[in-house]
């Protein structure tokens, strides 16, 4: 629906009643964009957010508490000046216009009673906030604009105000099929070729895009605006009547609309008849956008954090291939080194057939079953015993680096394994309890800072819920920490998917006791899957399997077939010394193969289904023997 007139006059009406005769005690400017003055009114304290956020331009009151920054900006410090101790006389919209004004009455600076206006335009990418004296003129706004940045109006200290222009468009409560019909005939080709919804919001004033459709469903009319005659023009302009008469006699209806997976996708704030979808009724204007909003600035981090941890990942994946693609070269040439000792053994035995002076020699092969003979590559500038002694000195440098060099290629597998299963981990992370998690732990290996990952998501409202359920105690991550699946197989026995590293190793390691089942998928970056089991008791094949198809679906491999799932008891499970967080060793297992595809697997898609399509894939795992 976006912030249009109409949901501005719900919020103004809101506003105006919980908050006229309240006193502004405090003023924080989080973000450049972002005012929140803290009110005492009725007995309570409210928070007013004003925004000038080009996609999340708004005011309402929030429960939302964002952090300030070290030092309050110029405009919050003015704001601080002006409006602090001051009482709200009125909150009000400019006529059918995006544009509300908090009038606050407060003492100048000479002590004589004065009345301060704080005006938010709700415009898009144009919106601002702008403070305004007794006289009309400018004190200071959010966003400044000067004669090069807008040709219709200068904002800035000490000018008048001017409001932007006005629109132009036909007023919704008193709009007529005549008028409508006029319009249509100005604006020409461009708009007869339009959806008669498209129409109807470029010519009604105040109105945005799901308001638009809606007049055209209650007044029966589609297609194109070019097929409109008076009888649908009327029946438009009595739909437009009809449905401002709700939002002019404050018959407000808050309503999230919600998509396919139950989240926020709109709002609305009068009835809306064409909207097919499922619908969230909220008890006020304000709870309604601070759930929207908070919604999209979760999503909004969402993308942000998880674009910036695949550019992570993918540049230490690259630095790590690097590496180990040299030391691989380095080991080789180092296992390599037998043949300088042959070749020195050579020279000694063979120290009257070399030459002086000679760049290579030729010499029976002793230690070739055949005798072939071998060449042998000479400095002439050494003797034949210096040229031995030299293949000598190449052999013990390189043998001495050869452990050494095995060791850093262990290292570097180790870690390309880590980052190859944190990789599939965020690829299956779907909430931003998750990516945070995630986030966390790079950041506690070294790969990230210890930082927010993104600031100008912050503050975007409620977290994943965590605990629940003894599985998900105890879990590290950041602010709440999302919680593993648990699931209940076919049999009624319990199963827990970890859903990042360090889920996985808190339920391999604390939670799991020694006789409980443990699955993974058989080499591959994958989810520890736990199946419980009371002592004693061997695990039912249904359970097994579908324990099995967990483990498959939650790791790399779960768009594959006849994924290879190896299973033991959590005894047989363990962490070797110095390894990352959730990289196991295990022995005594047997391996299952399955096919993790919910649309073959009903089990699979209950469980995905219960989870919120929220699995996550967890650290990858070596067999031992």
């Known amino acids: 629906m976006g912030f249009d007139a109409t949901v501005l006059a719900a919020v103004v009406d809101e506003l105006d009643r919980h908050l006229r005769g309240g006193r502004i005690h405090k003023v924080y400017q989080p973000t450049p964009w972002e005012l929140h003055l803290l009110v005492y009114a009725g007995r309570e304290h409210l928070r007013l957010l004003l925004s000038c956020h080009p996609q999340g331009a708004r005011l309402h009151l929030t429960q939302v508490v964002r952090p300030n920054p070290p030092h309050p900006p110029t405009f919050c410090m003015l704001l601080r000046k002006h409006l602090e101790g001051g009482r709200i006389l009125a909150v009000r919209q400019v006529g059918r216009e995006r544009i509300a004004h908090v009038e606050v009455g407060a003492l100048d600076e000479l002590g004589n009673p004065a009345t301060y206006t704080l005006v938010a335009e709700v415009m898009g990418k144009h919106s601002n906030l702008v403070l305004l004296a007794p006289s009309g003129r400018i004190i200071d706004a959010a966003r400044r604009a000067t004669e090069e940045q807008n040709r219709y109006r200068e904002v800035l200290p000490g000018l008048p105000y001017v409001p932007p222009p006005p629109t132009g468009k036909l007023d919704p409560a008193a709009v007529t099929g005549e008028e409508l019909g006029q319009w249509l005939a100005r604006a020409g080709v461009e708009a007869m070729g339009r959806p008669a919804w498209q129409f109807v919001l470029d010519a009604v004033d105040g109105l945005g895009p799901l308001v638009a459709r809606e007049i055209a469903h209650r007044a029966g009319v589609g297609g194109l605006a070019g097929n409109l005659g008076p009888a649908e023009l009327d029946r438009l302009a009595r739909a437009c009547r009809e449905l401002y008469a709700l939002v002019d006699s404050r018959a407000f209806a808050p309503t999230l609309l919600l998509d396919e997976a139950g989240q926020p996708r709109d709002f609305a704030v009068v009835e809306l008849r064409h909207w097919a979808g499922a619908t969230l009724p909220v008890d006020s204007v304000s709870a309604l956008l601070d759930r929207f909003y908070a919604a999209q600035e979760e999503r909004q981090r969402t993308t942000a954090l998880r674009a910036e941890l695949r550019r992570v990942l993918a540049q230490e994946l690259g630095r790590v291939r690097r590496k180990l693609q040299a030391q691989l070269e380095d080991l080789r040439r180092a296992e390599e080194a037998e043949p300088l000792r042959q070749k020195g053994e050579l020279l000694m035995a063979y120290l009257w057939q070399v030459p002086r002076g000679a760049d290579r020699v ?3 092969n002793f230690y070739d079953p055949e005798q072939r003979p071998v060449v042998i590559e000479l ?19 390189a043998r001495s680096g050869l452990q050494a060099i095995r060791e850093q290629v262990a290292r570097s597998q180790a870690e390309l394994q880590y980052l190859e299963q944190v990789e599939a981990t965020l690829a299956a992370a779907a909430s931003l309890p ?3 998690e995630i986030r966390a732990e790079l950041a506690a290996e070294g790969y990230l800072s210890e930082g927010p990952a993104e600031e100008k998501g912050r503050g975007a409202g409620a977290r994943g819920a965590a605990g629940g359920r003894r599985a998900g105690e105890g879990l590290q991550g950041s602010g709440q920490p999302s919680r593993p699946l648990v699931v209940r197989s076919s049999d009624g026995l319990e199963i827990w998917v970890g859903r990042n590293n360090r889920q996985n190793e808190t339920l391999t390691f604390k939670l799991a006791a020694p006789t409980d089942l443990w699955l993974h998928a058989k080499e591959i970056p994958g989810a520890h899957v736990i199946l419980r089991l009371p002592p004693g008791v061997e ?6 399997r579908e324990a099995a198809l967990l483990a498959a679906y939650f790791s790399k491999a779960r768009l594959s077939a006849n994924v290879p799932v190896d299973y033991t008891l959590r005894r047989h499970v363990r962490k070797p010394p110095g390894a990352r967080p959730g990289m196991v060793l295990y022995d005594h297992h047997r391996t299952l193969h399955v096919t993790p595809d919910p649309e073959r697997e009903p089990f699979l898609q209950q469980a995905l289904t219960a989870a919120g399509m929220a699995g996550a894939a967890g650290s990858d795992t070596v067999p031992e023997g």
């Open 362 to 364: 030729e010499l029976p």
């Open 379 to 397: 400095d002439p500038a050494l003797s034949p015993a210096e040229n031995a002694q030299a293949y000598f000195r190449r052999y013990q440098k």
């Open 434 to 436: 998750e990516l945070e």
């Open 539 to 544: 695990p039912p094949e249904t359970s097994l």
